[in-house]
C-alpha cells in the first residue's frame, strides 16, 4: 500500500501542536473551514463542500500522537491519517503519514504536494502566525 509521509520541525511545544491535529477546531485553524462534528467523527469539506471527508479519531496520546481514519471520500476511503510529535530542544518534530492508499494514483501525488502545504500552515498557526486554513469556505485559499 502507498503511503505519504513528511516530517517538519515547529518551534513550539507538542502541547501547543496538539489541539491542532487531534481536534475539529484545530483542523480549521489550518486546514479547511467550515470542520464540523458528527456524531464523534469529524467532517471536512472542500470545495463549497462538494467533497466531504469523515474522519474518526482512533489513537490520541496527549500531546504525542493522534491517529485519524477516514471514513469517506474519493481514495481517503480506509485511510489512515498518523501524526507523531516529538520534543528536542523547545521545538518539536512533527512526523506525518497518510497511510494505506490503494494505489499511487494521480490523485495520491496531488494529495502529497497539499499535504507538504498543509504541514507549513500547521506549522505557521502553531507559531502564531495564523494563515488560515488552505481550504476556505469557496475553495482553496490561495
Known amino acids: 500500500m502507498a503511503q ?6 515547529i518551534d513550539a511545544p507538542p502541547e501547543n501542536i496538539y489541539p491542532l491535529i487531534a481536534t475539529a477546531r484545530g483542523f480549521s485553524l489550518w486546514w479547511a473551514a467550515g470542520v464540523t462534528e458528527n456524531g464523534g467523527a ?11 471527508y469523515r474522519l474518526q479519531l482512533v489513537r490520541s496520546v496527549e500531546p504525542g500522537e493522534a491517529e485519524w481514519h477516514c471514513l469517506s471520500g474519493r481514495e481517503w476511503n480506509g485511510t489512515r491519517l498518523l501524526f507523531s510529535l516529538e520534543q528536542n530542544n523547545g521545538k518539536t518534530l512533527v512526523r506525518f503519514t497518510h497511510a494505506d ?12 504536494t ?14 502564531g502566525k495564523s494563515p488560515g486554513p488552505l481550504f476556505s469556505a469557496a ?4
Do not use: H, P, Q
Open 42 to 52: 469529524v467532517d471536512l469539506g472542500f470545495f463549497n463542500r462538494a467533497t466531504v
Open 4 to 9: 505519504i509521509r513528511l516530517s517538519i520541525v
Open 101 to 112: 492508499w490503494e494505489a499511487e494514483t494521480d490523485y495520491f501525488v496531488n494529495c502529497t
Open 114 to 127: 497539499t499535504w507538504g502545504e498543509l504541514m507549513y500552515r500547521l506549522k505557521a498557526t502553531a507559531e
Open 139 to 142: 475553495g482553496l485559499a490561495y
